[in-house]
């Protein structure tokens, strides 16, 4: 009977009307903030013509229907802060939402240094540990790249910030969103963060902005034009490879059966050529600009009697994607990911007096491949000395690269001209926000001079998407990262903070300098509560008008020169000027330049509430610089603690120049 049942259910079935059920966005779920004294847009998916009502604060709202797919909307009025609160959606069914916060909502987006985790910040332990704030949530984006705008994305939806779920979240949208919860503790806040490291800032933009910038119109107009999805790109691409992988054409020849193995110490890579590293291949090899596939790498060392024999450590800094690492022939370690530092312990029968052969297995997965990182962490450790790697390798790719079917997206989908708007910004709209916070630009250092009008262009898209043309928009000016020379020299980190500075033309902007928080061997600076603390100050003064909060450090604004002395001018001084962490009376890190434009190092004073600079080889200056380069020396501050942000007074041409 139980048989019969089951087997007459689908044509009981049938005879019901179709109903449809009311279905919500990732965005509308337990533990949501709303943003308070706004007008709150909550949309969700119904059947055709199907009412659909929202019950909020003991009051009902109708939602309208009749959009695309059964989409439905309706608008919350103005509440202020509190909670928790619950909504109820009613269609064909319900659905409660529990534990609704009604606070500030920032979007938290860029790239890997707004993507770094609070595990890996500095005192990650202890700042875990702490960090029991119930009133702070966050809302993550998952990372997709699309070529058109998406109505949804998935995730886990909202978290409530506590040691068990703190560790993931984005170190600098938790330190900013604890400062003003410290600041504001009335004010729930909630974090929607949506970040993918390594993209530029075009992915982040969308088609019609993009369309009125010159540099990208044509490349729009490739994108939006693709077909299939990139899904479906990819999925066919996948499928070439493995077929590829499987002809005699895509055989690494560096393992083939029955020959000498690439890492053997006895295969002669006598006519390989080479390359410098640290460094991604594409700008270290000409023949291997486009490249993303397997690469052999080799390097011969020498040891004496005495070191032979004895166990050893090999520094690979870091390798983008994976590796599988060989010395003597030997296996001595492998890791997956662009990231880890690569450690590896060397046993100590393996090394021999004389040469000796490293062999690593580079497989890039897309965008930059290699060894990468500080040239000081490419080393091998004996117990009595350290033995350098960096410099020349010889290369090899694992097989023919033309024979290789090509990448439909080289670098990945995430670098295409707005594909990260469409798939992680587009699905948020028009969810209402108290402001941005913005943390990216590595990416686009190499194209400088281009950032000042597509930063700009960014903001403006994002303002108009929003229709909130003041909508605060808050970023980070890049930290110091790789060595500065001994001599002041062009730099593109420099141009690039240039260009971010450049967008506080635009009105409710703010910006956070990071430039003394860096670290010379490391993109990913761990001291991520500096920032936060920096954002937090920007978002009290720019976004919730503290008019008296001091939120930057001393700005130059103008310069006079009389004989051999230059005189600097600055504004938010704050209670003034100091020197910090000068080893000595003198600022540090100010250069100057006659008409002949090479720029030396000057010695300078605070003399009040100005800076005065002078230097023996230039009797007749004409330009300042400060703190311009990659990892320069910063000791100009207010006495609030802020940093002087890098610049310049002359406009001549530096290396990013026209550059596309």
Known sequence: MKILCLAL????????????????????????????????????WAGPGEAVS??????????????????????????????????????????????????????????????WPVRDATGAAAEIAAATYPTIRRLDVPNVAALSPQAEFGGAGWQVCSPRTVGEFSAVAYFFARDLHQHN?????????????????EAWTSAPALRTHPDFAARVAVVTAAQPSILAQQADYRARVEAWQASPAGQDQGRRPGQLSWAAPGFSAANWPAMPLPGYWEGQAEALRDFDGVVWLRKEFTLTAAEAGQPAQL???RIDDDDSTWVNGVPVGGTRGYYPIRRYAVPGPVLQAGRNVIAVRVVDNGGGGGIWGAAADMRLTTATRTVPLAGAWQYHPAYDPATQPPNPFPGGP??????????????????????????????????????????????????????????????????????????PAESAFAELREAQQLALALPATGMATAVDVGDSTDLHPRNKQAVGRRLALAARRVAYRETATVASGPVFTSLT????????????????????????????????????????????????????????????????????????????????????????????????????
């Open 9 to 44: 259910l689908p044509l009981l079935l049938a005879h019901e009307p179709a109903r449809a059920t009311v279905r919500l966005p990732r965005l509308v779920g337990d533990h949501m903030v709303l943003q308070r004294d706004q007008p709150l847009p909550l949309w969700g």
């Open 414 to 487: 995430e670098m295409l001209p707005t594909a990260l708007f469409n798939g992680m910004i587009a699905p948020l709209l028009p969810y209402a926000l108290a402001g941005v916070i913005w943390y990216q630009g590595e990416t686009n250092a190499p194209r400088a001079e281009q950032y000042r009008t597509l930063f700009a262009n960014l903001i403006r898209d994002w303002r108009a998407q929003w229709q909130r043309p003041a909508l605060p928009f808050l970023f980070v000016q890049l930290a110091g990262y790789q060595p500065t020379g001994p001599e």
């Open 54 to 115: 929202v019950t909020f604060r003991g009051k009902a709202y109708a939602a309208t229907t009749g959009g695309p797919a059964g989409k439905w909307t309706v608008t919350l009025p103005p509440t202020p802060a509190g909670g928790p609160y619950a909504l109820l959606i009613k269609g064909s069914n319900e659905v409660r939402v529990a534990d609704v916060l009604v606070g500030d909502v920032w979007l938290a987006a860029g790239q890997s240094n707004m993507e």
């Open 561 to 660: 020169v009389s004989g051999n002395t230059a005189r600097l001018r600055f504004t938010n001084q704050g209670t003034g000027l100091v020197l910090k962490d000068a080893g000595g009376p003198y600022l540090k890190g100010f250069a100057l330049a006659g008409a002949d434009r090479k720029f030396w190092w000057a010695q300078g004073e605070v003399q009040g509430d100005a800076v005065v600079l002078r230097c023996p080889a230039v009797p007749a200056p004409v330009a300042v610089r400060y703190a311009w380069g990659n990892m320069p020396f910063v000791n100009l501050y207010n006495r609030e603690g802020l940093p002087a942000p890098p610049f310049r007074t002359d406009a001549w041409p530096g290396l990013t120049a026209g550059k596309r």
């Open 315 to 317: 520094a690979l800094a």
């Open 185 to 201: 503790p009335r004010v729930p806040l909630g974090l929607i963060t949506a970040d993918w490291g390594g993209t530029p800032a």
